[in-house]
């Protein structure tokens, strides 16, 4: 039966001798502790130990005020225009770094494609900025994204635009359902084996084009070019 580390401190308690959980951690993840392997008995059972504080950090990235679960019901039931998913499309490791930004429109599945040279959010959140910035406001209402890393400077998007954000629960990507699909039609062009770099911007404006100018059944046979260019239309009239 395995022992739990973090009980020694507690049964040591009775004798003159003081050791703390920071001291059996740093042994058992020490070459002596290593040599028999004394990590298995952790309670995460890890070879490798995380820096201190790293997951509280990364989790504050993503306010629990953002969570999925916050968003107002129009936006889930696509009765309001102007609320985008978000995702990054990835190839080969052997083609480097490399990606695509995948951004769709919910109601009308419009989607939009970026390249990005790497994962790096800066970047990432300055295409999203350049790609919507000239839309009104109510055609760029929202974004939904995944936690990504590559998502952790929401707070440029916001500043810049004023598009408010939201955030799926980890590992949970069927909650942005509308790109996950558009992702899976656009492999039939860019599949994980195509070199991202050998894809020019004539390229890849013919697979988006080829993807907004499909009739879709969930939009009554319409295509989603159709659907984006009548609710735009409609919401500059209403801003007018």
Not at 11 to 21: A, G, M, Q, Y
Not at 97 to 122: C, P, Y
Not at 219 to 233: D, H, M, N, S
């Amino acid at each position: 039966m395995k022992c739990d580390l973090r009980m020694i401190p507690m049964r040591l308690e009775r004798h003159p001798i003081s050791v703390s959980h920071e001291t059996i951690y740093k042994f058992a993840y020490s070459a002596d502790g290593h040599a028999i392997k004394l990590w298995r008995h952790l309670p995460e059972h890890r070879a490798r130990r995380r820096p201190r504080h790293a997951r509280s950090k990364y989790g504050q990235r993503f306010s629990p005020e953002l969570n999925i679960l916050r968003r107002p019901d129009v936006v889930a039931d696509r009765k309001q225009f102007g609320h985008w998913e978000c995702d990054l499309i990835q190839f080969r490791k052997k083609f480097g770094k490399a990606n695509m930004t995948f951004l769709v429109e919910r109601g009308s599945r419009f989607a939009i494609f970026l390249r990005n040279n790497d994962r790096q959010s800066q970047p990432v959140m300055n295409g999203l900025v350049q790609a919507l910035q000239a839309l009104p406001h109510l055609a760029r209402r929202s974004i939904t994204f995944d936690r990504g890393t590559e998502f952790t400077d929401w707070p440029y998007l916001q500043a810049s635009i004023g598009t408010q954000t939201w955030f799926c629960d980890p590992q949970s990507p069927w909650q942005k359902g509308t790109v996950e699909n558009t992702n899976r039609r656009a492999r039939k062009w860019l599949s994980r084996e195509v070199d991202p770099l050998s894809v020019t911007d004539a390229d890849l404006i013919a697979v988006c084009n080829q993807l907004n100018a499909t009739p879709r059944k969930c939009l009554g046979y319409r295509t989603p070019a159709e659907v984006f260019r009548k609710k735009l239309l409609a919401q500059l009239r209403h801003a007018g």
